[in-house]
């Protein structure tokens, strides 16, 4: 999945407008312009599409999590310059403020099962023996589960096409 995929799905569940977007940047203190958030939503064969970096997108999902949790006293997180599939998936979690048990639910909306223990290798420090990498599919099938639990209508899927 690309960064941009990620910011439009995230965008779309929570039924995000321009306004709310650059909000959600500047609570992590990056400031961003109705224009960037224009190109970063576009299609890659626009030519207009510009790609959105695993920074902005990780200055994005802290914009996210201090939104739904507040703002932690201090200075800002400092943003990821790289963003794997794992961070994204504990940023989303952190964000939501979501249980393991939580997230099983949400996952079995998309029709997919796993157990406790498969899922937390996915919230594991990379070098521990049981860390699993989240692959796309998983972080794909978790971001469908929160569309059916947030956005609950039928149109969802004819919105993105689901791989």
């Not at 109705?34 to 190109?39: L, V």
Request: net charge neutral.
């Amino acid at each position: 999945m690309t960064n941009n995929d990620i910011l439009r799905r995230v965008r779309y569940i929570f039924d995000f407008n321009d306004d709310k977007m650059i909000e959600l940047f500047a609570l992590a203190d990056y400031e961003v312009t109705r224009a960037q958030i224009s190109d970063w939503m576009k299609q890659e064969d626009d030519p207009d599409y510009k790609k959105l970096s695993d920074k902005q997108l990780a200055i994005y999902l802290n914009g996210l999590i201090n939104d739904k949790r507040g703002k932690k006293d201090g200075p800002q997180v400092e943003p990821e310059k790289n963003l794997s599939n794992n961070a994204i998936f504990m940023k989303l979690k952190i964000a939501l403020n979501l249980q393991a048990e939580d997230i099983l639910e949400i996952m079995d909306l998309s029709d997919f099962r796993m157990s406790k223990h498969e899922l937390s290798a996915f919230f594991r420090k990379s070098g521990h023996k049981h860390y699993r990498e989240c692959k796309d599919q998983i972080l794909r099938i978790f971001l469908k589960g929160l569309e059916m639990q947030y956005r609950k209508n039928d149109e969802a899927d004819e919105k993105f096409k689901w791989k």
